[in-house]
């Protein structure tokens, strides 16, 4: 029981993983988001029945890539027996071709050379609603749960399953060429794109369930897919405002985590563990998104802010009131009721947590924020240092009610319990 329940622990872990470059190479083959992630399912169940009895595989990953492909295999052979129809035929034997092709070879034939990356401009194709798009390509390339998109989304787990049945039936039934967008159809698709990656980079960044406060994986996909985009469109400021944020932010990860894997919070960190290659990488990034002439979007207003904590040599050292502008900015351009939050924890730092509350407060009725735990969260901060610790100690309360991390569950807890009056 002990070695059933390890294995399919490990064949969870390959498959969050790897489940998106399954269901990438089977897409690229079957023309079929739908069908390509139902036959990466497939693979997986067969996985989770015979690991436990032959063993672990020596490469798991390339185990379930195998075993996906014949089943993608098998059902073009059948298809094509059933129906007779020669395109068929022409697909099995140009996936064949492809697998076999030198690499070289494969990228002078798709101009980005990434299964990964193609399979999000497909999911972002204009044939479906924005949202549609995004939550199909979390789905199908974040590997993220329903739930854990529905959060990201700030939506309920039931409207965000209906979007991604839809768009992959959309798809299904408008025939959407499984191709690389080029010239201006691939700028038109950006935003969706850039989405995509910002909140597959946020859900790595901050778990929004589980045990663990990061999972780094999702962090370097992320960010992987942000510089090669980069490199495909270098004329698009907001493609290096993304990346130049997400590099900037990165550059905390071993600070963010203490050694018993408790979350870190920003002003606590140790600056030293900052990774500084990443910080010059994210400021190099930036500039060169300014250097473009077109003006900062959302997300080189973010990295700039982002840069102005680079910068600073100590928490002490922040400079409060620019990113407070840098927020003002970034709410005129992109208002939403995150933004504003955010906006507010600022205000807090630079003019004091009256000014910040006063914003939070005006935010207490957004519909959009009502399970949203970092609300409480804020306000119990803001409370807690204006000495009215009892209504800090229920915003506590009620944010570990509302998150579903267990660590950052254990950090307002223990906010809460330091509630008490300073001693006189």
Request: proline fraction near 6%; hydrophobic fraction near 50%.
């Amino acid at each position: 029981m002990a070695l059933s329940s390890a294995v399919h622990r490990t064949v969870e872990a390959v498959w969050r993983i790897e489940s998106a470059k399954i269901i990438a190479a089977l897409a690229r083959m079957l023309r079929d988001v739908g069908l390509a992630e139902e036959m990466a399912q497939e693979a997986l169940v067969a996985a989770l029945e015979t690991w436990p009895e032959a063993g672990m595989p020596d490469k798991p990953a390339a185990w379930l890539m195998a075993a996906a492909k014949n089943r993608a295999l098998d059902h073009l052979r059948h298809r094509r027996l059933a129906q007779d129809k020669e395109p068929q035929l022409t697909y099995e034997i140009e996936s064949l071709l492809e697998d076999a092709a030198p690499d070289l070879e494969r990228a002078l034939e798709n101009p980005i050379g990434d299964d990964l990356l193609r399979l999000v401009f497909i999911a972002c194709h204009p044939v479906l609603p924005t949202e549609g798009r995004v939550a199909l390509t979390l789905r199908l390339l974040g590997g993220l749960t329903t739930e854990e998109i529905a959060r990201a989304f700030l939506v309920p787990e039931p409207t965000l399953a209906q979007r991604i049945v839809r768009a992959k039936r959309t798809l299904a039934e408008a025939r959407v060429p499984f191709e690389v967008p080029v010239g201006h159809e691939l700028v038109r698709r950006l935003e969706s794109v850039l989405q995509v990656i910002y909140l597959i980079y946020n859900e790595g960044y901050s778990a929004s369930a589980g045990t663990d406060w990061m999972r780094p994986a999702l962090c370097d996909e992320a960010l992987r897919l942000g510089r090669i985009l980069a490199e495909l469109v270098p004329r698009e400021p907001e493609v290096h405002g993304l990346v130049a944020l997400m590099e900037i932010q990165s550059s905390r990860a071993r600070a963010r985590i203490a050694a018993d894997g408790a979350p870190v919070l920003l002003l606590d960190q140790d600056r030293a563990r900052w990774d500084q290659l990443l910080i010059r990488r994210g400021l190099a990034a930036l500039e060169r998104a300014g250097r473009l002439g077109k003006g900062l979007g959302p997300y080189g207003l973010q990295a700039a802010i982002a840069a102005c904590h680079a910068r600073a040599r100590s928490a002490a050292d922040t400079d409060w009131q620019g990113i407070a502008a840098l927020y003002d900015a970034l709410a005129q351009l992109a208002p939403s009721p995150v933004v504003e939050l955010n906006r507010a924890v600022a205000l807090a730092m630079a003019f004091g947590p009256a000014a910040g509350l006063e914003v939070a407060d005006a935010l207490v009725d957004e519909p959009a924020l009502k399970h949203y735990h970092l609300l409480p969260s804020v306000r119990g901060d803001f409370l807690f240092k204006l000495g009215r610790y009892e209504e800090a100690r229920e915003q506590f309360l009620r944010a570990a009610g509302l998150t579903q991390n267990e660590r950052e569950r254990a950090l307002l807890l223990s906010r809460a319990a330091a509630c008490a009056p300073l001693p006189q």
